[in-house]
């Protein structure tokens, strides 16, 4: 009959219902695990009176290493294991851009973690803004390298070389060299260094992981994180040049990252139990407003399944304050979000 008897023995009848759960502020905060986050996953996991298994993935903004590189952390950090086939961060989608261009700039996260990860995507010609200090340290006139960034940085002559397209994975470690590349290579001539375009039209295109302003780290108030880059590079574009510049980011809020995690949720519930329907209800649990329940609650709209929006107090979002997206409901951690979420489905 498949109801747990108590002896361990799981139930395999798929609930129609799944957990979608942001990282930083829920799970995550300043590399620490958030006390509650265990208990939540160990009843998702079976440890519930009926005995069931409820399907969840992890869908963070964050990056800069790879999905089977951050799902080994967060194994260890969750005490459960985390395939990669339930976790999406920010650059995820962009891999499917692999085909599209060939030598791209990849900004962001530390040492030569982003350019791996770039090429595990299949990325042909992958170029760090640390290759382009190697080649004419003017490029960045503050900037010194270490030993080791310039052993890592490739040797290479950029003079001929066309960077088709700017990739921010992560954040940046050293905003004013970084910013000063991408601003460089969006007004220059099709991407190459030294250049510079008097229409300014023909400067690659420009990704971003994700649009977070603000995020949830250890320190008692928020930190300003890519979004806060983004506005940056657009002011200092607009200042240049007297133009605007089109970026695309990528990530919650964006319909994009929602679509690309409805494929990974029903495939996930389709390899725990054989069921390739879509689930009814979607509960997302995020800490920040702006992305996780601005996404979720949009993304309701063009989704057959119901996208349930729950906002936790644990990160970004302040308990007391009005929060700019409402969302369906607020508690105070991701525990008793799993809670609320498992008893409405009795
Ligand atoms: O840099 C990551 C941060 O902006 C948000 O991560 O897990 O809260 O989506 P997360
Ligand atoms: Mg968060």
């Known amino acids: 009959d498949g109801v747990s008897d108590g002896s361990g023995f799981l139930s395999n009848v798929a609930p129609d219902y799944v957990f979608g759960f942001d990282l930083d502020g829920v799970f995550i905060r300043g590399g620490d695990v958030i006390p509650e986050a265990k208990e939540a996953l160990r009843i998702l996991n079976g ?9 969840y993935i992890f869908l963070t903004n964050g990056g800069g290493k790879t999905e089977a590189e951050r799902c080994l952390d967060l194994s260890r950090q969750l005490d459960v294991a985390v395939s990669p086939d339930q976790f999406i961060c920010g650059h995820t989608p962009m891999s499917e851009m692999a085909t599209q261009y060939h030598t791209v700039l990849v900004v962001g996260g530390e040492g030569e973690k982003c350019r791996h990860v770039a090429e595990s995507y299949g990325f042909k010609d992958v170029v760090t803004p640390g290759d382009l200090i190697k080649w004419k340290p003017s490029v960045c006139p503050f900037r010194k390298l270490t030993d080791e960034e310039y052993k890592n940085s490739k040797e290479r002559d950029f003079t001929n070389v066309n960077i088709e397209a700017i990739f921010v994975f992560a954040d940046s470690r050293d905003w004013a060299s970084d910013a000063q590349i991408i601003l460089e290579l969006l007004m220059s001539k099709n991407g190459r260094m030294g250049t510079v375009s008097e229409t300014h039209t023909e400067g690659p295109p420009i990704f971003f992981a994700h ?10 108030l928020t930190r300003y994180g890519m979004g806060a880059l983004r506005i940056m590079i657009e002011a200092l574009y607009k200042a240049s040049t007297g133009k605007t510049i089109d970026v695309t980011t990528y990530g919650k809020p964006s319909k994009a990252t929602f679509d690309y995690a409805t494929r990974v949720l029903q495939q996930w519930r389709k390899d725990l139990f054989n069921d390739p329907a879509p689930p009814r209800t979607v509960y997302f649990v995020g800490d920040t407003p702006e ?14 399944s119901d996208w349930y929006s729950i906002l936790v107090e644990t990160g970004v979002y302040r308990s007391g304050t009005e929060p700019r997206y409402k ?16 008893e409405r489905e009795r």
């Open 47 to 55: 440890e519930n009176e009926e005995g069931i298994r409820v399907p």
């Open 291 to 304: 992305s996780d329940i601005r996404g979720s609650n949009e993304y309701d709209e063009h989704s057959e």
């Open 327 to 342: 969302p369906k409901k607020t508690v105070k951690d991701v525990l008793e979000a799993v809670k609320f979420g498992m």
């Open 211 to 220: 649009n977070d302003v603000v995020w949830s780290t250890a320190y008692d």
